[in-house]
C-alpha cells in the first residue's frame, strides 16, 4: 500500500522563476493538503484540495496555486519566487475533507532552495 | 500570538527520565487536536491523537484540557530513540486544516 509520494525530492530555482511541485496521495484517500515548513518552524497551510476544487486556503498570497486531478494527485505551483519561499513542501492526504475521523498522512516532502 | 504555541526546547534528558511538553492553543473553534513527531530532515507522523479527555499509548499519554485550551504529552521512561522534534497540532474547527505549532525539541542522552 504506497504511501504519499511527492516529487521531486530536491529543487533549486532561482528568484523569479515558476516552480511545480507533484503529489500522488495514499491508495483509497481523496483529499491533498500542502504545508510549507520553513527551517526551524512548523508546517504552514497552504491549501486543500478536495474533488478538485480548493476547499479551504491559509495566509498564502496568489502567487500559490494548485491543482487536483481525477485520480486524486495534485500539484502544487509557485510563480515569481522569492528567497523566502525556501522550505520544504508537504503533501498531506486524507480519506474526506476532514482528517479528523482517518487522520492524514504525510510524505516525505520537496525541499525547494531559492537562490 | 500564533495560534498554537509551545516551548521550542530544547529538552535534554537522561535514558529513562520522564518529561513533558504543554503547549496552548488560541482557537476555541479547535476539535480535534494532535501530537506529531518530526525526525531530522523528515515528515512529520502522528504520534498520538487527543481527541477528549486524554489519551494514552504505551509510554506515551496526552491530556487536553479544554477550560485552559491546552494539551501535554508525557514521555515515560525516555528513549534514545524518542529524540525529534514534538509538533503540537489543532485541527480547525471542520477538521481540514491542521495548525501546527513550531515544535519541541527533545534530546534523550545515554
Known amino acids: 500500500d504506497a504511501g504519499v509520494t511527492q516529487s521531486p525530492t530536491h529543487l533549486i530555482k532561482t528568484r523569479g522563476q515558476q516552480v511545480t511541485l507533484r503529489c500522488s496521495p495514499k491508495?483509497?484517500?481523496?483529499?491533498v493538503s500542502w504545508y510549507q515548513q520553513a527551517l526551524g518552524q512548523g508546517p504552514q497551510f497552504i491549501f486543500q484540495?478536495?474533488?478538485?476544487?480548493?476547499?479551504q486556503r491559509g495566509n498564502f498570497p496568489d502567487r500559490f496555486s494548485g491543482h487536483q486531478f481525477p485520480n486524486y494527485s495534485s500539484e502544487l505551483n509557485v510563480n515569481a519566487l522569492l528567497l523566502g519561499d525556501s522550505a520544504l513542501y508537504l503533501c498531506a492526504s486524507s480519506l474526506g475533507s476532514s482528517g479528523r475521523n482517518y487522520g492524514y498522512t504525510f510524505g516525505s516532502g520537496t525541499r525547494l532552495t531559492v537562490v | 500570538r500564533k495560534e498554537v504555541e509551545q516551548d521550542p526546547g530544547p529538552f535534554n534528558v537522561p535514558e529513562g527520565a520522564t518529561v513533558a511538553f504543554n503547549c496552548t492553543y488560541s482557537n476555541s473553534a479547535s476539535q480535534s487536536f494532535f501530537w506529531y513527531r518530526q525526525d531530522c530532515r523528515k515528515e512529520p507522523k502522528l504520534l498520538m491523537s487527543?481527541?477528549?479527555s486524554g489519551n494514552e499509548d504505551g509510554r506515551f499519554t496526552a491530556q487536553l484540557n479544554r477550560a485552559s485550551q491546552y494539551i501535554s504529552l508525557l514521555i515515560r521512561d525516555s528513549k534514545l530513540s524518542d529524540s525529534a522534534t514534538y509538533l503540537c497540532v489543532a485541527a480547525g474547527e471542520y477538521g481540514n486544516k491542521l495548525v501546527f505549532g513550531a515544535g519541541t525539541i527533545l534530546r534523550v542522552k545515554s
Open positions: 491508495s483509497g484517500h481523496d483529499t
Open positions: 487527543v481527541y477528549s
Open positions: 484540495y478536495y474533488e478538485e476544487e480548493e476547499r
